[in-house]
């Protein structure tokens, strides 16, 4: 009967964490589509293949220091309008959304209407 409780019990964290992980990511597209994807009509896949990003240590050296590194190479690109975006979402404190949920592209996790 003990096991059954902590069985249970550990399927409930585990579905917790998952949901709370997925919140991140979710945050991440919103505040992408709001304030990037509207403004530029740069999709999130092709953010990726306009940075030629292949693994998630190369974003995270981009996304250092309040994503300056993000905004100078989206500026190099001809994407003005892409950087502004990301300086809005760096300003508002969701970086680490932004984070999860390009890391979520990378890993395969595209929604629809952003392929």
Aim: net charge positive.
């Amino acid at each position: 009967m003990k096991f059954v409780k902590l069985a249970l019990a550990g399927a409930l964290i585990a579905g917790l964490s998952v949901t709370s992980a997925m919140a991140d990511y979710n945050k991440g597209f919103k505040y992408y589509n709001k304030m990037v994807k509207k403004k530029s009509k740069l999709k999130s896949s092709q953010l990726i293949k306009l940075l030629n990003i292949k693994t998630p240590a190369q974003l995270e050296k981009l996304l250092a220091n309040d994503a300056k590194g993000l905004i100078a190479a989206l500026k190099k690109a001809g994407q003005e309008k892409a950087a502004k975006g990301i300086e809005k979402i760096v300003k508002k404190g969701k970086l680490k959304d932004l984070k999860d949920f390009l890391i979520g592209i990378m890993n395969g996790k595209i929604p629809a209407g952003c392929s």
